[in-house]
């Protein structure tokens, strides 16, 4: 059976052996670019390449590249641990073309891959092409020989990639492995898309424009290609499973959670399994490249992947903190691919170990107000803003972390009335602050706060979101 180690050097090496570079992941967090708050795909490291703002030192590369997605336009945080396919942090496989070989050359390496190299069979793939892409339509049928009915035309933004809302875009082009009819789901494009039967592995992007701004799109130089399959996904194809979850680093990671809690991981707990193996990956490759649980920015990230998790460890009965152990058991599944994680192997066991004994001191508690407050709710109601905010605010609660607490009951959060809250509090705190005489400080500060706050990548930052602690 491929391993995920397996399929990544097997990637790597069909690309290598077609004249792409081997290039290490970029860190999570990107190098000079303030618009994205974590990589999200393979091209990132690479976008000034695309623009022609930099020269690449080699016209082809590829990649296994760490990605999160937990906020900003690609944001799959609430779908973890509920679809079979999403995670905050995944790899992604890429090849990419600057300005060299475009869509054709494109088409024929995906084909060859998955159908010789991966041997999948035809008859469980189907493709999506932007609408009015008759080329990449054309090439379809002519490379891979995929009837009309399996080459779909989408005309929606999935077959329209954006780094972000800004950045390098184009159409794109995107690989369907079926899963088979035991499974709920339709073919992309239908109602039942959402369903997890008809599961995306690649995406093949024909990087044609720069969005510079709203309205604002260029076209790039040379066209190019960025493609980006990912890594846990197509590993459970291989492996003959349906869902992620069971690849083998999911199992060898569930499996020390399910030791250490003593929990099975089949019953109504399963979802708490998958979210801590999940999340202890973000955290862990987030600490790995020095992004450490606070109060903003990058750092209220990692705070709330944590806290959520740590929340499930609760749930799971844990009684002592519970992520650090799982540590070492990641570091040996993922340590060779990824070195940074064996490096940082004692800064990311005692952050956890830290975060975990710091919200434990408020969680308990914070979970008895929650249960209170929402014991007469039912499926379709919601909880008071003013209850979510004090959840935040006193318990250390992230808001996120309140709705996945309530998420099985079919319960909401108020989320204007916690954002009053919210402006209530910063409100109060200026008025005190002015009382104190140090107004013009204070300008400043508030000032400052409110010019960040509108950006995407802060999380609500006020000094007393921790707690008590
Ligand atoms: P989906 O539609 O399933 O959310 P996507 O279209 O948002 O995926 P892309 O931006 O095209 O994903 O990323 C390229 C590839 O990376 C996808 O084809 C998929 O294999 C993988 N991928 C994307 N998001 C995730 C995720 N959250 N977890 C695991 N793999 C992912
Ligand atoms: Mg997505
Ligand atoms: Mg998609
Ligand atoms: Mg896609």
Redesign the pocket.
């Known amino acids: 059976m491929a391993s995920v180690n397996d399929i990544r050097s097997a990637f790597l090496s069909y690309f290598a052996k077609n004249g792409h570079e081997i290039v290490a992941s970029s860190p999570l967090v990107p190098r000079n670019d303030p618009t994205l708050m974590f990589a999200n795909?393979g091209m990132v490291q690479f976008k000034d390449y695309f623009t022609g703002r930099s020269i690449p030192p080699q016209p082809r590369a590829t990649t296994a590249q760490k990605?999160v997605?937990a906020g900003g336009k690609?944001n799959?945080l609430d779908?973890v641990g509920y679809t079979a396919?999403?995670?905050?942090f995944?790899e992604?496989l890429g090849n990419f073309s600057f300005g060299d070989y475009f869509k054709e050359q494109a088409i024929e390496h995906a084909w060859t891959l998955v159908t010789r190299e991966f041997g999948l069979s035809k008859d469980r793939l189907l493709v999506t092409v932007y609408v009015d892409d008759h080329d990449a339509h054309a090439l379809w049928k002519k490379i891979a020989g995929l009837p009309d009915d399996r080459i779909i035309r989408i005309a929606t933004s999935?077959n329209f990639?954006q780094m972000g809302d800004t950045g390098p875009c184009g159409p794109?082009s995107?690989i369907f492995y079926d899963h088979g009819p035991d499974i709920w789901g339709g073919p992309p494009g239908s109602p039942e898309q959402d369903g997890d039967r008809f599961?995306?592995?690649?995406?093949l992007v024909f990087m044609q424009y720069e969005q510079r701004g709203p309205g604002d799109r260029v076209a790039l130089p040379k066209p190019s290609i960025d493609t980006?399959?990912?890594i846990?996904?197509?590993a459970a194809v291989l492996q003959g499973v349906h869902d992620?979850y069971d690849i083998d680093l999911f199992q060898t990671l569930i499996r020390a959670s399910v030791e250490l809690t003593k929990v099975s991981a089949e019953g109504e707990r399963r979802a708490s399994h998958r979210v801590i193996a999940d999340h202890l990956r973000a955290s862990s490759f987030l600490v790995a490249d020095g992004v450490l649980p606070s109060n903003e920015g990058r750092g209220y990230v990692v705070r709330r992947i944590m806290r959520r998790a740590m929340r499930h460890a609760h749930l799971l009965g844990a009684s002592e903190p519970l992520l650090h152990r799982l540590v070492p058991v990641l570091v040996r599944e993922m340590g060779q691919a990824y070195p940074e994680l064996v490096r940082a192997e004692a800064l990311i066991t005692e952050t956890l170990r830290l975060e975990e004994i710091r919200f434990r001191r408020t969680l308990a508690r914070g979970l008895g107000l929650l249960e209170e407050a929402s014991s007469d709710l039912s499926a379709g109601g919601m909880l008071s803003g003013e209850t979510a905010f004090r959840l935040y605010d006193t318990y250390g609660f992230p808001l996120d972390l309140t709705q996945d607490a309530l998420r099985a009951r079919g319960i909401g959060v108020d989320l204007s009335g916690f954002d009053d809250a919210m402006q209530r509090q910063k409100a109060e705190a200026r008025a005190a602050w002015a009382g104190s005489g140090e107004a013009a400080t204070e300008a400043v500060w508030f000032g400052l706060r409110d010019r960040l706050g509108a950006t995407e990548f802060l999380g609500y930052e006020t000094e007393s979101a921790e707690g008590s602690v």
Do not use: A, K, P
């Open positions: 795909s990605c997605r690609h799959d779908n396919r999403h995670h905050t995944f992604m999935d990639w794109c995107e599961i995306e592995i690649w995406n980006g399959m990912g846990e996904r197509v992620n």
